[in-house]
Nanobody, 115 residues
Framework: VHLAESGGDLVQPGGSLRLSCAGSGFAFSSYVMRWYRQAPGKERELVAR????????DYADSVKGRFTISRDNAKNTLYLQMNNLTPEDTAVYYC?????????WGQGTQVTVSS
């Protein structure tokens, strides 16, 4: 299993970013996929998840209405569109799958929201 996040950057408050997560080594289209984030000094938190075919999504309250999770199973890629970013969104963002109870993570991508 290999997950590789990309797209993190420094952005001003109110700005937008799109994160990507490329998956390989597993049947990408068969799994629920998740985005987590971890801010300095805080625990890792679930941001959003999407079902295997992309038909159902849910979000942490803190990002509802601003973030959109999606996936392209033909490209084995997971996305997170982030709009109206605030400094509280600053964190390392990770994609995740859970296979038979084991969690797999990418290396993470840094998102910094600052003026």
């Amino acid at each position: 299993v290999h997950l590789a996040e990309s797209g993190g950057d420094l952005v001003q408050p109110g700005g937008s970013l799109r994160l990507s997560c490329a998956g390989s080594g597993f049947a990408f289209s068969s799994y629920v996929m998740r985005w987590y984030r971890q801010a300095p000094g805080k625990e890792r938190e679930l941001v959003a998840r999407v079902t295997s075919a992309g038909g159902y999504t849910d979000y942490a309250d803190s990002v509802k209405g601003r973030f959109t999770i999606s996936r392209d199973n033909a490209k084995n890629t997971l996305y997170l569109q982030m709009n109206n970013l605030t400094p509280e969104d600053t964190a390392v963002y990770y994609c995740n799958i859970r296979v038979v109870g084991d969690d797999y993570w990418g290396q993470g991508t840094q998102v910094t929201v600052s003026s």
